[in-house]
């Protein structure tokens, strides 16, 4: 049986609670959740596919708050086992107070994961969300789920529902 590895940073927050959420979409038994803290290199080995989630703070307390965990879970995956397994991304942000910068963060990761020869999957249409411009649209899709629990919070618990859908049929569950 496959098994899915759901990894997301930070605890506590929105990004947190959307965890749980997914996580809860999937048969127990198919997959396991994590924080990037408490992931290590060998044990990516043993996870068919990876679903990572992450909030976007804004360059400053990315650099600050969330930079130190990334960077070291993105050294940890250049060492491990993830070439050919499928990887999925979301990411909170807020569409109103940074319209500019919507769910940006979600690049980073798609890139970091590419760099180690993962494949990606799981993008999902602009449609239905307000925003100006975001580094995760890419051929008019984002690369992964943006939830936005500030702006948009009634529309979470459907979003989740039709993207695990989507991944479920893409990760060949
Ligand atoms: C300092 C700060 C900077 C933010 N910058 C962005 C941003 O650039 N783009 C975006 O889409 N959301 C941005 N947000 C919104 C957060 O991503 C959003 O509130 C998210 O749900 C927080 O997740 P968490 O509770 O797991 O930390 C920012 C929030 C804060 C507090």
């Given at each position: ?5 759901l990894?997301?940073?930070p605890?506590?927050?929105?990004t947190?609670k959307?965890?749980?959420?997914i996580?809860?979409e ?10 990037i ?7 990516f ?5 990876f ?8 360059a400053d307390?990315w650099?600050?708050a969330h930079?130190?965990r ?17 990887f ?14 919507f ?10 994961f590419?760099r180690?020869?993962a494949i990606?999957?799981?993008?999902w249409?602009?449609?239905g969300?307000d925003f ?12 992964g ?5 500030d ?23």
């Open positions: 049986m496959k098994k899915i590895a990894i997301y940073w605890k506590k927050g929105n947190e959307a965890a749980q959420k996580y809860e999937f048969d127990e038994g198919t997959i396991d959740i994590f924080t803290t408490e992931f290590n290199t060998a044990e080995s043993m996870y068919d596919a679903i990572i989630g992450a909030p976007t703070m804004g307390s650099e600050d930079k130190t990334w960077t070291d879970f993105f050294m940890r995956i250049s060492k491990a086992e993830i070439k050919g397994k499928p999925a991304i979301f990411g909170l942000g807020d569409q109103v107070l940074y319209p500019y910068n769910v940006d963060g979600m690049i980073e990761i798609k890139r970091e590419e180690c020869g990606h999957i799981g993008s249409p602009v449609e969300y100006e411009e975001s580094d995760s649209v890419i051929d008019d899709v984002f690369v789920l943006p939830l936005d629990e702006q948009q919070s009634e529309l979470t618990n459907q979003r989740i529902a039709e993207w695990t859908a989507l991944l479920m049929k893409e990760f060949s569950l």
